[in-house]
């Protein structure tokens, strides 16, 4: 069965400053991956997906996120914070793209300081 | 397009009492998804249908849990009888069909069971 990790529960980035969130899943082929984010009290937004292809995908909101096969990795990224970045991010796997059910990662909360 | 339509948005009900939790997907979407969401455990996918087809329930935690999808515009998930471990928000998302496709999620139902 598929599995993703997030390892950093909580990440303080100051505004302006550059961020990157980690990603790590475990799959036997190459899972279709996902970034959503979640702001208090809402429900998830998606940020971008992998599926094949370059292993750069950019998103909304200026985030940009890149497959790694070798790290087993999909880490997020973004230039520069805004204090609205402030949400909960979510990476996800699937095997079938979305036609199967999502594997969620636990999640990192990002804090902005302003 | 609306998006995924979710209802009530919360709930609060009392220990072994029934809840009805509905859900209408994205008009023109083959698949529908139920999450559930915990501090503890974060997301976890319930239950998913293709072309109103239950495909993996295997999430589902037990018997008290059912769900159905009776026409393409509109699925429940059923909690009899409910209890305080029940507390959680219940996603639904939807996707089109085949691989590659987004899930869209709703804004949730935020369930409390004392």
């Avoid at chain 2, 809840?19 to 319930?46: A, D």
């Avoid at chain 2, 849990?65 to 507390?87: G, V, W, Y």
């Amino acid at each position: 069965a598929q599995s993703v990790t997030q390892p950093d529960i909580h990440i303080t980035v100051s505004e302006g400053a550059s961020l990157e969130l980690r990603c790590n899943y475990s799959y036997g082929a190459t899972p279709y991956l996902f970034w959503y984010v979640q702001s208090p009290g809402q429900g998830l937004q998606l940020l971008l997906k992998y599926f094949s292809g370059d292993t750069l995908v950019q998103g909304i909101k200026g985030f940009e996120a890149e497959f790694k096969r070798s790290q087993s990795s999909f880490n997020l990224r973004k230039p520069s914070v805004h204090w609205s970045d402030a949400a909960e991010y979510f990476c996800a796997v699937a095997p079938g793209g979305g036609a199967d059910g999502l594997t969620f990662g636990k999640g990192t909360h990002l804090i902005i300081q302003p | 397009d609306a998006g995924v339509i979710q209802s009530p948005r919360h709930e609060v009900t009392e220990m072994g009492q029934e809840v009805t939790l509905r859900c209408k997907p994205i008009s023109g979407h083959n698949s529908l998804f139920w999450y559930r969401q915990t501090m503890m455990r974060g997301l976890e996918l319930l239950i998913y249908f293709n072309n109103n087809v239950p495909i993996d329930d295997s999430g589902m935690p037990e018997d008290r849990f059912s769900a159905k999808m009776p026409n393409a515009s509109f699925s429940t998930l059923k909690i009899q009888p409910s209890e305080p471990r029940d507390s959680a928000v219940y996603f639904c998302a939807s996707s089109a069909e085949a691989g590659q496709e987004t899930q869209y999620f709703g804004p949730g139902t935020r369930l409390l069971v004392l």
